[in-house]
């Protein structure tokens, strides 16, 4: 278990994502500014994916997912959002990571994962690094209104 701020400790689990859940997950994306963090929040639903919700002591603070273009690719793409801000920083997205990638690693069967976090993002790079990604390049990136930023793509293997 992860010791959370004060000393209490926060258990981690993942659940299968349901259709209940799409609204929590949209309104998640709303409340941490997500359009800032993310290009998405969810699977593409042409890929082969698991699709997780993140609890904390029960309750759901974020989702996670594993996904592949195709199934017989060797490295699977991550996807990860902390929808509570309470949350931050306590170590959730570390320990869901691990949980997702040892259960996608399963079903999907991969030797390596792939994710893009923007260079800005200070607190997510630091998980990411934690969790044993390593940096394998940096490109830029547009949003909708032609501001470009940097993105940090990142490797872990397995």
Same mark, same amino acid.
């Given at each position: 278990m992860?010791?959370a701020? &004060?000393g209490?400790?926060?258990? =981690?689990?993942?659940?299968?994502v349901?259709?209940?859940? $799409?609204h929590m997950i949209?309104?998640w994306y709303?409340?941490i500014?997500g359009?800032n963090?993310?290009?998405?929040?969810r699977? +593409?639903?042409?890929?082969?994916?698991g699709?997780? $919700? $993140?609890?904390?002591?029960g309750?759901? =603070?974020g989702?996670?997912?594993?996904?592949?273009?195709?199934?017989?690719?060797?490295?699977?793409?991550?996807g $990860?959002? /902390?929808?509570?801000?309470?949350i931050?920083?306590?170590? =959730?997205?570390?320990?869901a990571i691990?949980?997702?990638i040892? +259960?996608?690693?399963?079903?999907?069967?991969?030797?390596?994962?792939i994710?893009?976090?923007?260079?800005?993002?200070?607190?997510a790079?630091k998980?990411?690094?934690k969790c044993?990604?390593?940096?394998?390049?940096?490109?830029?990136?547009?949003?909708?209104?032609?501001? &470009?930023?940097? =993105?940090?793509?990142? /490797?872990l293997e397995?």
């Open positions: 992860e010791q701020e &004060g209490m400790v926060l258990e =981690v689990k993942l659940r299968d349901c259709t209940d859940d $799409i949209e309104r709303v409340e500014d359009r963090y993310l290009s998405r929040f699977p +593409k639903d042409s890929y082969f994916y699709w997780y $919700i $993140i609890e904390a002591d309750i759901g =603070v989702t996670v997912w594993l996904e592949k273009e195709h199934l017989q690719d060797n490295t699977a793409a991550l $990860i959002m /902390i929808g509570n801000k309470d931050f920083g306590k170590g =959730v997205g570390e320990r691990r949980s997702a040892g +259960k996608c690693r399963q079903i999907l069967g991969f030797n390596s994962v994710l893009n976090v923007r260079e800005s993002n200070s607190r790079k998980c990411y690094e044993g990604f390593k940096l394998e390049g940096i490109y830029d990136k547009f949003n909708e209104k032609g501001e &470009g930023f940097k =993105v940090l793509r990142m /490797i397995l």
